[in-house]
């Protein structure tokens, strides 16, 4: 079986070589990244611009896109036909090739989080390596996390209020530097489909800006949504717990406060998502007005062959609704919830739309290819290229999120940042 | 005795500088970027296909298939040949069953997932055959965009793929505007026509060529005045596919029509 065949069925003529190549996993690599870089740009909102109103979420951003950052390169080892050859792209590049900067780039981006994760918490971490140390008597356990935070300590002991105020100095530095490098990251994902000449689809110098706006959009989305779950799982735990320890906060503290920092972030939401949305739409029209040699094939694939997929789903369900969700008046978390997993979805089907539609017919013009999704894994290439690996790829961030917040916990941490 | 501080700022820099990829300062080596871009040797190898001539026997695909092991029966081919169905109206039928391994044995043409379509030969305006191959772009884009650089462009203006540094990202099938290219389903790497490189540098023509019973296919060094097809390539109304997208294509056509996609 030739690579591709398994998933994709071809009508009228299309080249015998032409299946689709970039398949599942390609829709995971940008719509994974634009997690990573949406969720760093909402964490240095306030750690850059001061929006005090998210300082709540903004840890909670970080930490998370400290999760998502391995899983950018996930979907694209699971990609590779020789996927043990992958760090060639960091040994030989070859830098006439878009994808040949994602070495360096992931590796400047990845840095600048680890450092700025560093200074975020190095508070937290000298205070409980002191905690820790001015035990009599440790348990096997309190030894391990002794071992672990001396270690994330680096020697960096000193608690002055000089040294916190230099911490924080380097926070925001790396905050904003922080910013255009996870723009680059994204938007370069952009350009490695915008300057694929061959493709009309894709081709279009629009394409690495669209990609970024709708990026933060996705990341400010996963970040509500996630800060939502987590906060009503904490309600959860701190209303049993209060039964035996009534001064800790009721769950109504907890709500309001909730509540203020959703509405908060939504208004950045719909910021971006206006941004997004325009773009798309300016691409459309002006593909629709100019109607190139490309334009016959690629009307039949927006409008008839992907309707549903763009206009029902991306704009309609994933776009629209969510807009209206929350610019109707009295946010409640219910509905910011809804909104945010709407506005998920649809940047989701706008990858989907963008690496699959792109695909959708043939260099030739004159024929027509559709995906069919490969859902049970019998071989480890359907496995790779299916429903299963992309869902791997969904949830290992969720779990990798739940191992950093193990060691550095995103809420009830006192400090000045 | 060094002091902590200085430990690390030491550490840094050694660390900065092994991490500082030596290829980089590969990309400034002159004699390197002259051999990937435009090659001033004697040879600059080029095709001609003569559409008038070839009837679609598909004795090139096969022979190709076999001279360069892509298996038999895999949906993927080096070459291949497509048949054009113009009708009176103006409507194109175009179809390639199995990369016309076979020929073409069937008057119906081969919609894909649409079936077979007959056509009433009555309402036929025209029809011939294209053969297709790897253009050997003079601005390839499949080497522009290879991440690791596995695929490049030889002096005498090949494009060939190193099976050994292929790491099948797919970006070079994504980027080519003619769909030569594929995943070989033995090796999984790129793959895609060289000309039979290993023929011609011995003095051979390709396996296409010497299996074409009527001379529709022609391989040809530009840079040789003498060489006829050369000649015909100077002298005659030749053309190639898809000039828009600036890869500056190699295989010229004699008899090209506008259907041709």
């Not at chain 1, 590796?107 to 009599?136: G, N, P």
């Not at chain 1, 009721?250 to 939401?269: F, G, N, P, R």
Request: glycine content about 6%; proline content about 5%.
């Amino acid at each position: 079986m030739v690579h591709g065949e398994a998933w994709t069925l071809k009508e009228f003529f299309v080249y015998p070589n032409e299946y689709i190549y970039w398949s599942i996993q390609i829709v995971m690599y940008p719509f994974m990244t634009g997690l990573v870089a949406g969720a760093f740009v909402l964490s240095s909102l306030y750690h850059v611009f001061g929006v005090k109103q998210l300082k709540e979420i903004a840890r909670f951003a970080l930490v998370f896109s400290l999760a998502l950052l391995p899983v950018a390169m996930l979907p694209l080892l699971l990609h590779l036909q020789q996927p043990q050859r992958g760090i060639y792209v960091m040994m030989t590049p070859h830098f006439t090739s878009a994808i040949a900067a994602f070495g360096i780039v992931f590796t400047t981006y990845a840095m600048i989080v680890l450092s700025e994760i560093w200074f975020v918490y190095r508070q937290f971490i000298v205070q409980t390596v002191l905690e820790l140390r001015s035990k009599q008597r440790r348990n096997k356990i309190e030894s391990a996390q002794l071992a672990l935070y001396s270690m994330l300590a680096m020697g960096a002991m000193d608690l002055s209020p000089e040294a916190l105020q230099k911490d924080e100095r380097a926070v925001k530095i790396m905050a904003a530097i922080g910013i255009p490098v996870a723009c680059f990251l994204h938007g370069y994902a952009g350009f490695i489909f915008g300057s694929v000449k061959a493709n009309a689809l894709w081709m279009t110098p629009l394409m690495p800006v669209i990609f970024i706006c709708s990026a933060v959009v996705s990341g400010i989305a996963l970040c509500i949504a996630t800060y939502i779950v987590t906060m009503e799982l904490r309600k959860l735990i701190y209303s049993w717990k209060r039964k035996n320890n009534p001064r800790l906060p009721s769950s109504d503290e907890l709500k309001s406060a909730e509540v203020v920092t959703v509405t908060m972030t939504s208004k950045y939401l719909l910021m971006f998502m206006v941004l997004a949305i325009t773009l798309e739409l300016l691409d459309l029209i002006f593909r629709n007005y100019t109607a190139v040699k490309s334009w016959d094939i690629l009307r039949s694939v927006i409008y008839e062959k992907d309707f549903v997929n763009i206009f029902v789903l991306q704009y309609g369900l994933g776009n629209l609704l969510p807009f209206i969700i929350f610019l109707l008046p009295g946010l409640t978390i219910r509905r910011a919830l809804v909104g945010s997993l709407l506005v998920l979805m649809g940047v989701f089907m706008m990858r989907w739309n963008v690496v699959i539609g792109g695909q959708a017919f043939s260099a030739s013009f004159s024929g027509f290819m559709e995906y069919k999704m490969p859902i049970w894994p019998s071989s480890v290439e359907l496995f790779k290229e299916g429903l299963f690996g992309a869902l791997t790829v969904i949830v290992t961030p969720f779990v990798l999120f739940y191992l950093v917040t193990r060691v550095l916990p995103v809420f009830g941490v006192k400090d000045s940042h | 005795m060094i002091n902590r501080r200085e430990f690390c700022k030491k550490a840094m820099i050694v660390a900065g500088g092994v991490v500082l990829p030596l290829t980089l300062l590969e990309v400034f080596n002159p004699k390197r970027l002259r051999a990937e871009r435009d090659g001033q040797g004697k040879i600059r190898w080029v095709f001609l296909v003569d559409i008038n001539k070839c009837v679609g026997c598909g004795f090139c695909v096969k022979a190709c298939k076999i001279e360069n092991e892509v298996p038999y029966d895999a949906n993927v081919t080096r070459t291949w040949v497509e048949r054009y169905v113009v009708t009176e109206d103006g409507q194109t039928f175009i179809d390639s069953p199995k990369g016309a391994r076979d020929g073409f044995t069937t008057q119906k043409i081969d919609q894909a997932h649409q079936g077979m379509k007959e056509i009433n030969p009555e309402e036929i305006g025209k029809a011939f055959f294209v053969p297709k191959l790897c253009n050997q772009c003079e601005n390839p884009a499949c080497v522009q965009v290879c991440p690791v650089g596995a695929t490049y462009q030889t002096q005498d203006g090949i494009v060939l793929v190193d099976r050994s540094w292929c790491i099948g990202c797919g970006y070079c099938v994504m980027g080519c505007p003619y769909g030569v290219r594929f995943f070989h389903p033995v090796y999984h790497v790129a793959e895609k026509c060289n000309f039979c490189y290993h023929r011609i540098s011995k003095g051979m023509k390709t396996a296409c060529v010497d299996a074409c019973p009527f001379g529709a296919r022609r391989i040809g060094n530009i840079r040789d005045p003498e060489d006829p097809v050369t000649k015909i390539i100077t002298s005659e109304q030749v053309n190639v596919l898809k000039e828009e997208f600036g890869t500056k294509p190699q295989v010229f056509y004699l008899g090209l029509s506008r259907e041709v996609k």
